[in-house]
């Protein structure tokens, strides 16, 4: 073999051993998946602030047979943007444009029922929801919660015993918290300003009184958590405007099946690469979860040039650029399909 032969046979094993280790490490950082926890499948919720309120509103009605009750923060009604940025914008968040036309927010949702888009009258109409606001809220006015309130009360079967609504004084806008000593003073935003993290110290266990609404009595939050926050692939959910990666927190009494789920879904500039683990850790639904048998699943959106804020898809970003009437806020939603894919994983039996 001449010298040249033996230096490319060099060269070659050096390259192979390069890519052997390259993906020995990429195997090694490799994310877990969503596992597989037998959750029950009448006992699920989903609760959203901001984006995520808007857009845990869209999946309870594509879908109302999958949830029990779905809990809203600081959003406005269903299906308020109809499609467009500027209606987001001018009519959903600040009322540039008006307050939101009900009327025909009901006429679209008749269209899409005759569709089969979102589910029937009837399946609707026996939701629990949950709606707060606080009445300080600069970035998305607290008049539309009470426009998503007067929009739940015409759908509702009976709106007294299914609809509590709670406006906070002096509150702004996020995700309000008891917060105690638990949580590292740079996790926490103020209550009437909001920023940072946006969650809220103010005092107030918002996830406690969600889940009571929804779920009935509760048994009071676990002093000593016992569960597993995981880290897992997003991948496999594959949807414009998901990040790589989620959370789903799991007792240790629910790895063996049997319990229930709560779907959170964090608001704009909540998203891990934006504040890290603050919302996943610090929303207190971890602690009533703990207590009361229920696992939380944390998906978590991304931050793109369309959508640098990292929010959900409340006003059709994530479909298809050329649709002119996006149906995101329908069963076809491509981030809609994505998170009830992931409740589905849920619902399934551990494997063998």
Not at 108 to 126: H, I, K, M, P
């Amino acid at each position: 073999m001449s010298w040249s032969d033996a230096s490319r046979v060099k060269t070659c094993i050096a390259m192979v051993t390069g890519l052997l280790l390259a993906s020995a490490a990429s195997a090694e950082e490799r994310l877990p998946e969503l596992p597989r926890l037998a959750t029950v499948p009448d006992d699920t919720s989903v609760i959203g602030v901001s984006s995520g309120g808007y857009m845990a509103t869209q999946l309870a009605v594509a879908w109302p047979e999958r949830f029990k009750g779905v809990a809203v923060l600081a959003a406005g009604p269903w299906s308020c943007a109809q499609g467009g940025l500027g209606q987001a914008l001018g009519q959903c968040m600040s009322l540039r444009r008006g307050s939101p036309d009900l009327d025909a927010l009901s006429a679209r949702l008749s269209d899409y029922q005759a569709r089969d888009l979102v589910g029937d009258d009837d399946t609707l109409g026996e939701l629990r929801v949950f709606i707060w606001h606080g009445e300080a809220d600069s970035v998305v006015d607290p008049s539309l919660g009470l426009a998503l309130a007067e929009q739940m009360t015409g759908w509702l079967t009976d709106p007294e015993g299914q609809l509590k609504v709670v406006e906070s004084p002096g509150v702004g806008h996020g995700w309000p918290i008891e917060a105690g000593e638990r949580i590292p003073p740079g996790q926490l935003a103020q209550c009437r300003s909001g920023g940072g993290t946006h969650i809220l110290d103010c005092g107030m266990d918002i996830a406690g009184q969600a889940l009571s609404w929804l779920h009935g009595t509760q048994e009071p939050p676990a002093e000593a958590p016992s569960a597993q926050l995981l880290r897992f692939d997003q991948a496999p959910f594959d949807a414009r405007g998901l990040a790589d990666s989620g959370y789903v927190l799991i007792p240790d009494d629910c790895k063996a099946g049997g319990c229930s789920l709560t779907l959170a879904l964090h608001g704009c500039g909540m998203t891990e690469e934006q504040i890290d683990e603050a919302f996943v850790r610090y929303s207190g639904l971890n602690e009533w979860a703990v207590a009361n048998r229920r696992v939380v699943l944390y998906p978590q959106a991304s931050s793109s040039l369309g959508n640098p804020q990292g929010c959900w898809d409340w006003w059709g970003f994530a479909e298809s650029t050329w649709q002119l009437d996006p149906l995101h806020d329908t069963r076809q939603g491509t981030q809609v399909k994505a998170l009830m894919a992931m409740i589905e994983r849920l619902e399934e039996a551990p494997e063998e």
